[in-house]
């Protein structure tokens, strides 16, 4: 019987409780997940791909135990198509968390384009209804915008809020120069 292995692929910038939650419902479905970590083109990051690599490795490690018999993951960066990577990796399908019926269509496009060009299959992978409109651009905005970020503990792991935090407050980073400029 032949392994199955799926990739989870985004930009997890920043990773939100829904993308963990997406991932610890997928770990009882395949043998194996690879979280790939990857670039948007059309959004400026706000953090590197080490930071969110780094990140995403602290939160895997300590998912881990909540089931220690589902299957393993491991966290990588690619850059490229997502096909590209899921066949390179082995992959059966691509894993895609599902947060409403606006994303179901978007990504239904993307399934049978990554279907017809690449012989891949999409698995969807229902958000709890808590993370259904949960984003990482959200989040991005509200960090900017001032918004308390103690509130932000339903929807983004403390580790991300306390990344967040430093990146608001670095007048270097892009984050530190939104929130500067929203407040002059």
Excluded: W
């Excluded at 910038?13 to 790939?36: Q, S």
């Excluded at 995403?56 to 299957?71: E, F, G, K, M, S």
Aim: glycine residues 6%; aromatic residues 6%.
């Amino acid at each position: 019987m032949s392994k199955h292995l799926a990739v989870y692929t985004g930009s997890f910038d920043p990773v939100t409780l829904g993308h963990l939650d997406v991932l610890a419902r997928a770990r009882g479905m395949f043998d194996e997940l690879i979280v790939g970590v990857g670039r948007n083109p059309d959004k400026e990051a706000l953090f590197s791909f080490e930071e969110r690599l780094e990140m995403l490795r602290i939160l895997v490690h300590d998912l881990i135990p909540t089931n220690p018999a589902a299957a393993p993951v491991r966290v990588e960066h690619y850059t490229g198509l997502t096909v590209d990577f899921a066949r390179t990796s082995g992959a059966c399908a691509i894993l895609r968390g599902i947060r409403n019926i606006t994303d179901l269509a978007n990504e239904c496009q993307l399934a049978i384009t990554n279907r017809q060009v690449a012989n891949i299959e999409t698995v969807f992978v229902v958000t709890g209804e808590a993370f259904a409109y949960t984003s990482s651009s959200l989040i991005r905005q509200i960090v900017a915008f001032g918004g308390p970020m103690e509130n932000l503990s339903a929807i983004v792991p403390p580790l991300v809020i306390a990344a967040l935090r430093r990146k608001r407050d670095d007048p270097n980073s892009a984050l530190g120069r939104l929130a500067r400029e929203n407040l002059e």
